[in-house]
């Protein structure tokens, strides 16, 4: 998502810089240079337009990290995040969707708000994409 709120604001010979170097699978890089664009440029960039990215840049990095927990049913995966991810994940669903602070994370308290989040990333996405 934050690329595409990147790529929303460059000039269309930018754009077209980042999309070929996207399509032969390069690291963006300013063009005309050889210094890469960082995630995290890209975020603190995209959270100056919309206060609300760096949280769900956040949640979605934490998500990853979860992935490769899979054992769900025996072990609650949320405990093996650090816990400044389970912060950040508790807080992006508190402020966007209503999660409890008091909630203890788990599959189960998680679960119900996981559509609600991909909906509302989905259609954010879809927003900004609908501008390039």
Same mark, same amino acid.
């Given at each position: 998502m934050v690329r595409a709120i990147f790529l929303v604001t460059q000039s269309p010979n930018n754009r077209m810089h980042y999309i070929n170097q996207t399509l032969?699978?390069?690291?963006?890089?300013?063009?005309?240079?050889?210094?890469?664009?960082?995630?995290?440029?890209m975020v603190d960039f995209a959270n100056t337009l919309y206060g609300?990215?760096?949280?769900?840049?956040? &949640?979605?990095?934490?998500?990853?990290?979860? *992935?490769?927990?899979? !054992? $769900?049913?025996?072990?609650?995966?949320?405990?093996?995040l650090p816990i400044s991810e389970q912060q950040d994940v508790k807080q992006?669903?508190?402020d966007y969707h209503q999660f409890p602070l008091t909630e203890r994370l788990s599959v189960d308290t998680v679960g119900p708000y &996981?559509?609600?989040?991909?909906?509302?990333? *989905?259609?954010?996405? !879809? $927003?900004?994409?609908?501008?390039?």
């Open positions: 032969n699978n390069e690291k963006w890089t300013l063009p005309g240079t050889r210094s890469q664009i960082t995630d995290r440029q609300w990215t760096r949280s769900v840049y956040k &949640l979605g990095c934490a998500f990853i990290h979860l *992935s490769v927990m899979a !054992d $769900y049913n025996h072990v609650n995966p949320f405990s093996q992006h669903l508190h &996981l559509l609600r989040v991909l909906d509302k990333v *989905s259609s954010n996405l !879809d $927003y900004e994409i609908q501008k390039l």
